[in-house]
């Protein structure tokens, strides 16, 4: 049975793997490779800008897509997601394993880290028992040169059967002669011949028995000996993949069927049960990864990375792991406080200048007068608010993120973390979806794509609300400032400021724990997985690509969506504050409907209703409160916080009303976007609704819980 290039491109398609190309004859070009070893940075590198990003068709997981050429062809590269191995033991792992399989590349590069090569080849040599059109990237030589670890790339090459590259992606060396082995394998001037990997005996002749059947189904669309394995494997996914690929059921073909039950039997004989098969499988793979490096990979030096060693005794160790995690937590805070305060008040007079401007110009065109307030005093300035409170601190805080990601230091914090999370019957990753949560609690909804298990990633998603985003910051330190700081100035209020901030994050963190445990032990039941956790060495950042690469992935792309969802509201808002019932706005008589039940949580009318009415951006919800008491129909600002806080306290507060308004916005329903993103990511209105219903319930009770108490001793 044989099947066209034509019919396998469709089915690729119709597998969700659809390549945009600019060109019919553009040439498809995979870009694989371990997680920390420089793939993006050699896609990066080589696509510049010209480049995209999107989903795979019914997947959560990121794709990236760039166009380069060299002067005889045009390329797509395809970013395929970051794995370990093939084996599709996570989504990450399926979408590898499928676009290698059916996304019909030209030539797959498979990118791997000169400090551990051998670990590496691993999804190297499973990579070649797909594809024959492979081309090995080894990557950051210049690290393994400063570890004194030699490597003969040219004893790899020939060991493997497939070209090997020598690069140092970040410095943009290797990659013009990486290009000219993509051009030479894909124009057919070099033809790889791929190692093929000898399995034990026993194996070879239950391959041996199965091989013929599938070749005659498959004809050369794929490998007949990668898919006899798969099928001795028992990869249920694997089959239902081939099956839509090859456009027939592998179980309607009899003699496919005889063989497979010949090929069992065989196994049986020698006592290999399917998890017996899968071990020697692995053992396999890591035996041939070790021969090839032999000799091919020196280590000059013993000890070659234990400075890296030292300084994980200091950074992951039960003594001083946590704490150094918590001052560095604190360290990040002020200097996003501290940094963040000129530029966010410089940004406010610009944008309330070209508000002035704007509201010049649509009063010059004879607009009406409530046409003109709406637009320039509820819309305009709801967004302007937004962006100078979240613009600067975003713009500081997701570049220090990146960094410590950059230098290798967030997978320790994932280490340090991990024995806690599996008490709460969670997994460890969900330290790094967390961390990203301070930043942008969307963000780091969408962060948990990491986690493989969708029990695991629920319990991540509906948690990750309890560490405040940076739209809840300005809440919390006002809060502090005005009324725990006191009047101290300069450089010991800030770090005052940033010392209590973090320990009120701590309280969050905490919560994150108890309510993680409390959901795996009732409607999320479950034994937690484990995960392979790799401590990369330790970089030296890239500041500038840093900063480009969280600014316009992270910090653009959450103050877009803000923006989308604050605009509206900034018109609710107005509508609400200038049409009155009895002489009394609708947003004091809503104000006044939920006094009692705030009063009971330690707040009033009017912090509760801010809160609701901040439902789109977390940032609006002190301007909303200081429109309320002074009985303005547009949003205000003060010169300073202490004339705040002479306003808060003429109606009424005290520390105890300062300490709940914290505590309820620690823990209070998820901002629009984030919902927004929930909603995406779960696919499901039911778990969207328990983002919403666990924190606020949690909010409330603990509020009501100190109010009482607190009241108590006063």
């Given at each position: 049975?044989?099947?066209?290039?034509?019919?396998m491109?469709?089915?690729?398609?119709?597998?969700?793997?659809?390549?945009?190309?600019?060109?019919?004859?553009?040439?498809?070009?995979?870009?694989?490779?371990?997680?920390?070893?420089?793939?993006?940075?050699?896609?990066?590198?080589?696509?510049?800008?010209?480049?995209?990003?999107?989903?795979?068709?019914?997947?959560?997981?990121?794709?990236?897509?760039?166009?380069?050429?060299?002067?005889?062809?045009?390329?797509?590269?395809?970013?395929?997601?970051?794995?370990?191995?093939?084996?599709?033991?996570?989504?990450?792992?399926?979408?590898a394993?499928?676009?290698?399989?059916?996304?019909?590349?030209?030539?797959?590069?498979?990118?791997?880290?000169?400090?551990?090569?051998?670990?590496?080849?691993?999804?190297?040599?499973?990579?070649i028992?797909?594809?024959?059109?492979?081309?090995?990237?080894?990557?950051?030589?210049?690290?393994?040169?400063?570890?004194?670890?030699?490597?003969?790339?040219?004893?790899i090459?020939?060991?493997?059967?497939?070209?090997?590259?020598?690069?140092?992606?970040?410095?943009?060396?290797?990659?013009?002669?990486?290009?000219?082995?993509?051009?030479?394998?894909?124009?057919?001037?070099?033809?790889?011949?791929?190692?093929?990997?000898?399995?034990e005996?026993?194996?070879?002749?239950?391959?041996?028995?199965?091989?013929?059947?599938?070749?005659?189904?498959?004809?050369?669309?794929?490998?007949?000996?990668?898919?006899?394995?798969?099928?001795?494997?028992?990869?249920?996914?694997?089959?239902?993949?081939?099956?839509?690929?090859?456009?027939?059921?592998l179980?309607?073909?009899?003699?496919?069927?005889?063989?497979?039950?010949?090929?069992?039997?065989?196994?049986?004989?020698?006592?290999?049960?399917?998890?017996k098969?899968?071990?020697?499988?692995?053992?396999s793979?890591?035996?041939?990864?070790?021969?090839?490096?032999?000799?091919?990979?020196?280590?000059?030096?013993?000890?070659?990375?234990?400075?890296?060693?030292?300084?994980?005794?200091?950074?992951?160790?039960?003594?001083?792991?946590?704490?150094?995690?918590?001052?560095?937590?604190?360290f990040?805070?002020?200097?996003?406080?501290?940094?963040?305060?000129?530029?966010?008040?410089?940004l406010?007079?610009?944008?309330?200048?070209?508000?002035?401007?704007?509201?010049?110009?649509?009063?010059?065109?004879?607009?009406?007068?409530?046409l003109?307030?709406?637009?320039?005093?509820?819309?305009?300035?709801?967004?302007?608010?937004?962006?100078?409170?979240?613009?600067?601190?975003?713009?500081?805080?997701?570049?220090?993120?990146?960094?410590?990601?950059?230098?290798?230091?967030?997978?320790?914090?994932?280490?340090?973390?991990?024995?806690?999370?599996?008490?709460?019957?969670?997994?460890?990753?969900q330290?790094?979806?967390?961390?990203?949560?301070?930043?942008?609690?969307?963000?780091?909804?969408?962060?948990?794509?990491?986690?493989?298990?969708?029990?695991?990633?629920l319990l991540?998603?509906?948690?990750?609300?309890?560490?405040?985003?940076?739209?809840?910051?300005?809440?919390?330190?006002?809060?502090?400032?005005?009324?725990?700081?006191?009047?101290?100035?300069?450089?010991?209020?800030?770090?005052?400021s940033?010392?209590?901030?973090?320990?009120?994050?701590?309280?969050?963190?905490?919560?994150?724990f108890?309510?993680?445990?409390?959901?795996?032990?009732?409607?999320?039941?479950?034994?937690?997985?484990?995960?392979?956790?790799?401590?990369?060495?330790?970089?030296k950042?890239?500041?500038?690509?840093?900063?480009?690469?969280?600014?316009?992935?992270?910090?653009?792309?959450?103050?877009g969506?803000?923006?989308?969802?604050?605009?509206?509201?900034?018109?609710?808002?107005?509508?609400?504050?200038?049409?009155?019932v009895?002489?009394?706005?609708?947003?004091?008589?809503?104000?006044?409907?939920?006094?009692?039940?705030?009063?009971?949580?330690?707040?009033?009318?009017?912090?509760?209703?801010?809160?609701?009415?901040?439902?789109?951006?977390n940032?609006?919800?002190?301007?909303?409160?200081?429109?309320?008491?002074?009985?303005?129909?547009?949003?205000?600002?003060?010169?300073?916080?202490?004339?705040?806080?002479?306003?808060f306290?003429?109606?009424?507060?005290?520390?105890?009303?300062?300490?709940?308004t914290?505590?309820?916005?620690?823990?209070?329903?998820?901002?629009?976007?984030?919902?927004?993103?929930?909603?995406?990511?779960?696919?499901?209105?039911?778990?969207?609704?328990?983002?919403?219903?666990?924190?606020?319930?949690?909010?409330?009770?603990?509020?009501?819980?100190?109010?009482?108490?607190?009241?108590?001793?006063?």
């Amino acid at each position: 049975m044989g099947l066209t290039n034509n019919s396998m491109g469709m089915k690729a398609v119709n597998l969700g793997l659809e390549i945009k190309k600019q060109s019919l004859d553009d040439k498809v070009i995979a870009l694989a490779g371990n997680p920390n070893v420089g793939k993006s940075t050699v896609f990066n590198e080589l696509t510049g800008m010209n480049q995209h990003t999107g989903n795979w068709a019914g997947k959560t997981v990121s794709n990236a897509q760039g166009y380069c050429s060299t002067k005889n062809q045009a390329y797509v590269l395809v970013d395929i997601p970051g794995t370990y191995s093939l084996m599709a033991h996570s989504v990450e792992e399926e979408v590898a394993r499928n676009f290698i399989c059916f996304g019909n590349p030209d030539a797959v590069v498979v990118v791997c880290d000169a400090t551990c090569l051998e670990r590496n080849l691993n999804l190297v040599l499973q990579t070649i028992e797909i594809s024959k059109n492979v081309i090995v990237c080894v990557n950051l030589m210049d690290e393994a040169k400063r570890k004194n670890i030699n490597i003969d790339l040219m004893k790899i090459s020939k060991r493997l059967g497939v070209p090997v590259v020598g690069t140092i992606a970040r410095k943009k060396n290797g990659l013009a002669e990486l290009m000219d082995i993509i051009d030479k394998v894909t124009d057919g001037t070099i033809t790889p011949t791929p190692l093929c990997i000898h399995y034990e005996k026993e194996i070879e002749e239950a391959i041996e028995v199965l091989e013929a059947a599938v070749k005659n189904i498959t004809g050369n669309i794929i490998s007949s000996r990668w898919l006899s394995i798969k099928l001795l494997d028992q990869d249920a996914s694997l089959m239902k993949e081939i099956s839509t690929f090859l456009g027939i059921n592998l179980c309607d073909s009899s003699d496919l069927v005889e063989a497979l039950e010949e090929a069992k039997a065989v196994l049986d004989k020698y006592g290999i049960d399917p998890n017996k098969f899968k071990d020697k499988i692995v053992s396999s793979l890591v035996l041939e990864a070790e021969k090839v490096c032999q000799g091919a990979v020196v280590f000059e030096k013993e000890g070659y990375n234990l400075s890296d060693r030292r300084i994980d005794k200091i950074l992951t160790s039960k003594a001083t792991g946590y704490p150094i995690m918590l001052l560095l937590l604190a360290f990040v805070f002020w200097i996003t406080i501290t940094g963040a305060n000129y530029p966010s008040q410089m940004l406010a007079k610009m944008l309330f200048w070209v508000q002035d401007q704007l509201s010049v110009f649509i009063l010059y065109i004879n607009t009406p007068v409530w046409l003109h307030d709406m637009l320039v005093l509820g819309i305009y300035r709801v967004l302007a608010w937004v962006v100078s409170v979240m613009l600067p601190p975003m713009a500081i805080f997701f570049p220090l993120f990146t960094l410590l990601e950059d230098a290798g230091y967030l997978p320790r914090v994932a280490y340090n973390l991990d024995k806690t999370f599996k008490r709460c019957c969670a997994c460890g990753k969900q330290a790094l979806t967390m961390c990203m949560g301070f930043g942008c609690n969307a963000a780091g909804i969408v962060g948990c794509r990491i986690i493989d298990s969708p029990r695991e990633r629920l319990l991540a998603i509906l948690t990750n609300n309890f560490v405040p985003c940076n739209g809840r910051f300005p809440t919390l330190i006002a809060m502090i400032t005005m009324f725990f700081v006191g009047s101290t100035g300069g450089t010991l209020a800030s770090l005052l400021s940033a010392i209590l901030l973090t320990v009120f994050i701590l309280l969050g963190i905490l919560t994150t724990f108890g309510v993680t445990k409390l959901l795996s032990n009732t409607i999320l039941k479950g034994v937690p997985s484990s995960f392979t956790l790799e401590l990369p060495p330790y970089r030296k950042p890239q500041i500038g690509k840093v900063i480009l690469r969280s600014i316009f992935d992270r910090t653009l792309f959450v103050l877009g969506r803000a923006i989308i969802v604050a605009a509206p509201a900034g018109m609710i808002i107005w509508f609400m504050a200038n049409t009155t019932v009895n002489n009394i706005s609708i947003l004091n008589h809503c104000a006044t409907f939920l006094n009692p039940f705030a009063m009971l949580m330690g707040l009033d009318g009017v912090i509760l209703l801010a809160f609701i009415l901040g439902f789109p951006a977390n940032e609006i919800v002190i301007p909303i409160i200081i429109m309320s008491y002074m009985a303005q129909g547009s949003i205000v600002e003060f010169d300073n916080l202490f004339e705040m806080k002479e306003l808060f306290i003429n109606h009424g507060w005290t520390w105890i009303t300062a300490i709940c308004t914290m505590l309820f916005s620690l823990m209070h329903w998820p901002c629009s976007t984030t919902l927004i993103t929930i909603k995406k990511e779960t696919n499901s209105w039911k778990w969207t609704f328990f983002a919403i219903a666990i924190p606020t319930f949690i909010g409330i009770i603990s509020c009501i819980l100190f109010a009482s108490v607190a009241k108590l001793f006063i």
